[in-house]
């Protein structure tokens, strides 16, 4: 077992942030690391927070950590925030809205940049919610870095997807085009005690008739004030429904499948990558003057690349 892993297991919190600090720089020994704390996992509800930019995501997650903690749950919370793409750093403005949890030993927060990757998750998100789990946390909250339209990734990896949006954003149908509803397993329209409410929920409601017309599951609507506190019982008990749902239904099997097939093929890709990026590295990317000065393409030099990896009889080496 890791060494990590085994204070993780003690429940050592410096441990954990160790772990999670390796998982997201790609450490030589990460693999083993997540080898070691995959069966440590405790079945953590995975529950995604995402939606456009200003809908008040961060100020919902924080009021939510405050209601669940009052039930004697235990919360992480994963906050993805953009990375800019010339300095690489990003200004983790969820740690500033969560400051009142920072004391509080049953709360772990862990701002993380998307450090270029699309989707609204970091890379690494995905590791880095399996350690807290491992660790033992109840619930675990991660709040997308809120891209709008090309915000998906979140369903992949969340038990419950919870969409916030909010009145006054703009035409409704510009942020559902782009798939919001098929991820969406809850909507949440926060700030409704602002004007535009009933039209909001009418165009949901309109767009859900749509979509999920044939679906045995609909996503419920609901409304909160986070700044207020109000309506966090009524989403707490929507998430609990549709959890209850994925262990009756037998969707939950389904997509945590679909999900350990894709995660296994992404590490794979990214091991590859890392290995081809390397190797090319330590020749100098030998095809970069041909491209260069016209004498071949990318296409052919990546397929010279992959001939080179894939040799004849490489596949049947260890058979």
């Keep these: 077992m890791h060494p990590l892993a085994k204070r993780i297991q003690q429940k050592e919190e ?6 999670i600090t390796l998982a997201e720089n790609s450490g ?32 919902l997650v924080n009021r939510l950590i405050s209601y669940l903690r009052n039930k004697g749950l235990t919360v992480a919370v994963v906050a993805v925030d953009p990375t800019s793409p ?12 969560m400051a009142d949890h920072f004391t509080d030993p049953g709360v772990f927060i862990r701002s993380m940049g998307t450090r270029g990757s699309l989707g609204g998750l970091s890379r690494s998100t995905k590791e880095t919610v399996r350690l807290m789990d491992a660790y033992g946390f109840d619930v675990i909250l991660i709040e997308t870095v809120g891209v709008g339209q090309s915000e998906l990734d979140i369903m992949k990896l969340a038990d419950s997807v919870a969409v916030v949006l ?8 510009q942020v559902f085009k782009a798939g919001i509803m098929e991820i969406a397993d809850l909507f949440v329209v926060n700030k409704a005690d602002m004007p535009g409410v009933p039209k909001l929920l009418a165009e949901i409601e309109a767009m859900l008739d749509l979509v999920k017309h044939d679906s045995p599951y609909r996503p419920p609507v609901v409304q909160t004030i986070s700044t207020e506190n109000k309506g966090l019982e009524a989403l707490w008990e929507a998430l ?34 890392q290995q081809v990026w ?37 596949t049947k080496e260890n058979e």
């Design 14 to 19: 410096r441990a954990l942030a160790k772990a």
């Design 28 to 59: 030589a020994d990460k693999l083993e690391l997540l080898k070691s704390i995959y069966p440590m996992q405790k079945g953590a509800h995975w529950i995604g927070i995402t939606g456009s930019p200003g809908a008040g995501k961060s100020s």
């Design 86 to 97: 010339f300095s690489g750093g990003s200004i983790l403005g969820d740690r500033v809205r």
């Design 166 to 173: 909010n009145p006054g954003s703009g035409d409704v149908v």
């Design 240 to 273: 609990l429904a549709h959890k209850a749902y994925l262990k009756e239904s037998g969707e939950g099997s389904v997509r945590k499948l679909a999900n350990l097939k894709r995660e296994v093929m992404e590490v794979v890709q990214h091991e590859i990558f």
């Design 278 to 314: 390397t190797e090319e590295k330590e020749h100098g990317f030998s095809w970069l003057s041909d491209i260069e000065q016209g004498t071949t393409d990318p296409y052919t030099a990546a397929e010279k690349i992959l001939n080179q990896r894939l040799q004849p009889g490489d």
